[in-house]
């Protein structure tokens, strides 16, 4: 059975797909913003189709929870960028 787990030292401890640094995120945005099916997530990460429904399921038990961590990554973005046109 394919766990979905949570380390600190893995992915900042963002939820991420047991064994991998494949995180819900990652394939979340790959199946709801980019539209890909499931077996094409799966085949664009090399993993098991589970570990994608995995993701999933999990996405929509926690959907609060991960939107949350896309919209920190999404800040950190902009900071970044914001940082790299100052440093220029």
């Not at 600190?8 to 991998?20: D, L, M, N, Q, Y």
């Not at 429904?53 to 926690?62: D, E, G, L, Q, W």
């Given at each position: 059975?394919?766990?979905?787990?949570?380390?600190?030292?893995?992915?900042?401890?963002?939820?991420?797909?047991?064994?991998?640094?494949?995180?819900v995120i990652d394939v979340i945005e790959r199946y709801k913003i980019l539209?890909?099916?499931?077996?094409?997530?799966?085949?664009?990460?090399?993993?098991?189709?589970?570990?994608?429904?995995?993701?999933?399921?999990?996405?929509?038990?926690?959907?609060?929870?991960?939107?949350?961590?896309?919209?920190?990554?999404?800040?950190?973005?902009?900071?970044?960028?914001?940082?790299?046109?100052?440093?220029?």
């Open positions: 059975m394919v766990q979905i787990v949570r380390n600190s030292r893995i992915c900042g401890g963002k939820a991420c797909i047991e064994g991998t640094r494949i995180r539209n890909e099916s499931p077996e094409d997530i799966a085949e664009g990460f090399a993993i098991d189709i589970d570990a994608v429904f995995a993701a999933i399921s999990y996405y929509y038990k926690h959907v609060s929870e991960i939107k949350n961590e896309i919209d920190q990554d999404k800040e950190f973005v902009k900071r970044m960028r914001k940082e790299l046109v100052h440093a220029t």
